[in-house]
């Protein structure tokens, strides 16, 4: 008898905890949970293409978001946020975002920037057709919601440009209320400061943000100053359920002093703040001025079908001085991309079919001139004085051309087994035309290589899953397969 009072109590307490609402005094009081509710296996990750459960993908990905951004300094570079990730180094070399990334130690080095890793922000790539990337100086740390890190071999889904991975950056949506405003203040040593204010909000189906950042130091070696400034704009518009416009527009704008490497002897006799020989006498800088505008649409035909559509224009200005010249680089960069997924089946068997294509162009013109060496010049910080001579050193025009085709499909095995096939094809087409008399005219080159991926994920346990994958790269060499542990 007791057991059977003890079931009827179980069962009351079951039904009574599917309704929260209980009636007093003719007025209904809602009853609510004091303890948060975390589903850590509907964490999403964007940056395999498809908005996939992490726990479902055959890759080892890293995710960096809210609290743990929310308790950095994010004033000037990337630097702190990346060191959370394992695999992946950051070399920082002018005090700002004009970084060199590896991940797992892949990421070609270059002059200014970095080659072989995708980098893009609120689903806009920022390397070029070529796959290079010159740096980070779109990104206001301060608007950033949260980081995606793909190591490994992302070429069958983003090309030539994501050999060694890809990072993936959202920025904030606007708050829910109608107007919000945040205003950011911080300074520190070497005379560094940054202030960022924002206004943002939700007004019936339109989603806004608008924020301007301002950052300069003067680093801690001489002539290593650096200057910056970031507009930046997002707006979303939902004219129905089915469609979602997404409008993107940045203007950037960084300076940065280059003080360049010294030797081993400089340093014992200048100490560790010393420039190199050239750098004062040359006023060696780099100077860019950007200006990105993107649109994107996402169109839903049915519960199971939808597109996306990305069309984006980048105009850059940059200069750069050195004892070799005076350099100006000024191109444009437009890009279109497009994506129909497809999901079919039942809850034994989901299959989501991806087919897309993305193109891209770029058109620079660079004239380099000669430079004498500025005897009377000191080190001012911020100075863009340069002595320019008649000698023109480079006067070339850089076409580039990509064109890439990618088909990816998921198959969902009764909710714990998960296949992963990505097959892609790339074309890259480089053309140099030398406008400099008494050089040779004009060369070309173009590049095609097909890529895939096939991995398999095993939803092991709830907080963890275990996969394998197997891939081609651009280089013909193919990958090793192998199995990790992810939780």
Request: charge should be positive.
């Amino acid at each position: 008898m007791k057991s059977k009072h003890i079931s009827i109590l179980v069962l009351l307490v079951l039904f009574g905890a599917q309704g929260w609402a209980q009636k007093t005094n003719g007025q209904t009081v809602t009853k609510k949970d004091t303890i948060p509710q975390k589903n850590l296996n509907e964490v999403v990750i964007s940056a395999s293409r498809l908005n996939t459960p992490l726990k479902e993908i055959p890759s080892s990905i890293s995710l960096i978001k809210g609290n743990q951004l929310n308790s950095m300094t994010k004033t000037i570079n990337a630097e702190d946020i990346f060191r959370l990730v394992p695999g992946v180094r950051i070399d920082n070399g002018t005090g700002g975002s004009r970084v060199h990334v590896y991940i797992r130690g892949q990421g070609v080095l270059t002059e200014s920037g970095f080659r072989g890793i995708g980098v893009l922000v609120d689903g806009i790539s920022i390397n070029n057709p070529g796959g290079f990337c010159p740096d980070l100086y779109d990104v206001d740390w301060e608007s950033v919601k949260n980081v995606e890190v793909l190591k490994g071999l992302a070429a069958s889904m983003y090309g030539a440009g994501s050999t060694g991975g890809v990072i993936n950056i959202t920025t904030k949506d606007g708050g829910d209320k109608p107007v919000n405003g945040s205003l950011y203040l911080s300074a520190g040593s070497n005379g560094f400061w940054k202030t960022q204010g924002q206004v943002d909000g939700t007004r019936d189906n339109i989603n806004y943000r608008i924020s301007y950042s301002h950052m300069q130091g003067n680093g801690y070696r001489l002539h290593q100053a650096f200057m910056g400034d970031i507009i930046s704009e997002k707006l979303s518009w939902r004219p129905s359920s089915k469609i979602k416009v997404t409008q993107l527009l940045t203007y950037s704008s960084y300076f940065n002093q280059n003080s360049e490497g010294i030797s081993y002897a400089r340093y014992l006799v200048f100490g560790p703040t010393a420039a190199n020989m050239d750098a004062v006498p040359f006023n060696e800088f780099q100077k860019t001025q950007r200006l990105t505008g993107a649109s994107i649409i996402n169109y839903e035909f049915s519960k199971n079908q939808n597109i996306q559509l990305k069309g984006f224009f980048r105009m850059n200005n940059y200069r750069e001085t050195s004892n070799n010249g005076d350099d100006h680089k000024p191109f444009i960069s437009p890009g279109f991309s497009a994506q129909y997924n497809r999901t079919d089946g039942n809850e034994s068997l989901i299959n989501h079919f991806s087919l897309g294509t993305d193109i891209q162009s770029q058109t620079m013109t660079e004239h380099m001139f000669g430079g004498v060496h500025d005897t009377a010049r000191t080190d001012t910080h911020f100075s863009e004085s340069y002595i320019d001579t008649d000698e023109i050193k480079i006067n070339q025009i850089v076409r580039q051309r990509s064109l890439g085709f990618y088909l990816i499909d998921k198959l969902d095995i009764a909710k714990s087994l998960y296949t992963t096939f990505n097959l892609r094809y790339d074309r890259v087409y480089n053309n140099l035309e030398n406008k400099k008399p008494g050089s040779k005219s004009s060369d070309s080159r173009t590049f095609d290589k097909p890529t895939f991926k096939f991995g398999v994920a095993y939803d092991l346990v709830r907080f963890a899953n275990i996969f394998a994958n197997h891939c081609t790269s651009v280089n013909s060499h193919r990958c090793k397969s192998f199995t990790e542990l992810s939780t």
